[in-house]
Every structure is written in structure tokens, then in C-alpha cells.
């Protein structure tokens, strides 16, 4: 079996094109500082796995890229720069896979994935539109109600707001059932011809 012999890593290697003229020292403070730009962008720890593969990605795309930074320009910012995308990149498919789990889960997640799927629905309720409608109605509504002679509206307001019957609104109005009918019929009338519907 074949070993190499141990050799003391800052003496006799030859640093990659890429890191020329670059010590050691820089090169592994470039490695921290793209660590930390990954594991701040994901918002995971350092020692992460996700944090691991993006800084290796980066680097190794800096490493790939080397021939189009022009020369004298500084290459730290670039790659911090590199780091950022492919990290930006990382969080787009974590986002697109969790959105997918959410929407189609698999048969044995059909019952867990039931909030979620709730979650991914429209919200039903009504819009700013409608209910600046709802409030414009509201308010024809009212002005109309009070053009409504006193005995229809009482018994309009009986009826369609608290829910009383025919016979409960004679009783408490003290009137027969059929003026009760009256009174209804001519006060929705009167009702939507000031609404206009």
C-alpha cells in the first residue's frame, strides 16, 4: 500500500491559481467570512450542513470564475458576493420544496398536511372593494330607512334585524297581523326604490 509521506502544509504546495500570491491566512479568513455571509443569508448555524455545501459551492464557483475578475480588482468582495447568490439560491429551493410538501403531499401525509393545505387557500373573506360597497350600501340603506315613515320601519327593523315573526311583531307593536303585513310590504317597497335596486 502506497502513503505519502507527511509534509507540513504551509511548506512546499502550491496554492491554486485561484489563491496565488494569497497566504494561508487568507485564504482560510476567506473561508470564515464566506461561512458566516452563507449561515447569516439561510439563518442556520455555522456547522450546518446546508452551510457547509453553500460555502463549498461558493468557493468552488469563485475557484471556476477566477479568469473573470479583471485584474488588481479585489477578489474578497467578489466572492463574498458569490457566497450571497448561491445562498440566496439555497433558500429559493427550500422555499419551492416546502411550498410543493404543502401543497401535494404524499398518501401517508394526506392527514398532517391537511393545515397546510388550508394555509395555501385563499383568504374567503371579502376584499377592500367589497367592503367599500358593502359600507356605500349600508349607507344608502340607512338614509333610506329614515325617509320610511316611523310604523313601517319599526316593523322592517322587527322582522329583518332581530329576527321576530309576523305574529311577534303585532304583539309587541300592538297591532293586527295584517297591517303588520302592510306595513312590511310597503316598507321594503319604499326600501328599494330609494336604494334603487
Request: aromatic share 4%; with cysteine; net charge neutral.
Amino acid at each position: 500500500m502506497f502513503t505519502a509521506p507527511m509534509t507540513n502544509p504551509a511548506a512546499g504546495l502550491k496554492a491554486p491559481p485561484f489563491l496565488a500570491g494569497v497566504s494561508p491566512e487568507e485564504t482560510a479568513s476567506l473561508r470564515l467570512v464566506v461561512t458566516a455571509v452563507v449561515a447569516c443569508v439561510l439563518g442556520e448555524r455555522k456547522d450546518h450542513p446546508d452551510v457547509e455545501d453553500c460555502t463549498h459551492e461558493a468557493l468552488s464557483r469563485a475557484i471556476e470564475g477566477k479568469s473573470r475578475l479583471r485584474e488588481g480588482e479585489p477578489w474578497r468582495p467578489w466572492v463574498i458576493g458569490i457566497a450571497r447568490h448561491v445562498a440566496l439560491d439555497a433558500l429559493r429551493r427550500r422555499k419551492k420544496a416546502r411550498r410543493e410538501e404543502s401543497i401535494a403531499p404524499g398518501p401517508q401525509e394526506q392527514e398532517d398536511a391537511a393545515p397546510a393545505l388550508v394555509d395555501a387557500l385563499p383568504d374567503p373573506s371579502p376584499g377592500p372593494e367589497e367592503r367599500t360597497a358593502s359600507a356605500e350600501r349600508a349607507a344608502r340603506l340607512e338614509r333610506a330607512l329614515g325617509q320610511i315613515p316611523e310604523d313601517q320601519r319599526r316593523a322592517l327593523v322587527l322582522f329583518h334585524v332581530e329576527g321576530l315573526g309576523y305574529g311577534d311583531i303585532a304583539k309587541r307593536l300592538g297591532v293586527p297581523l295584517g297591517t303588520v303585513a302592510t306595513w312590511l310590504s310597503r316598507g321594503r317597497k319604499m326600501l328599494a326604490e330609494s336604494v334603487g335596486e
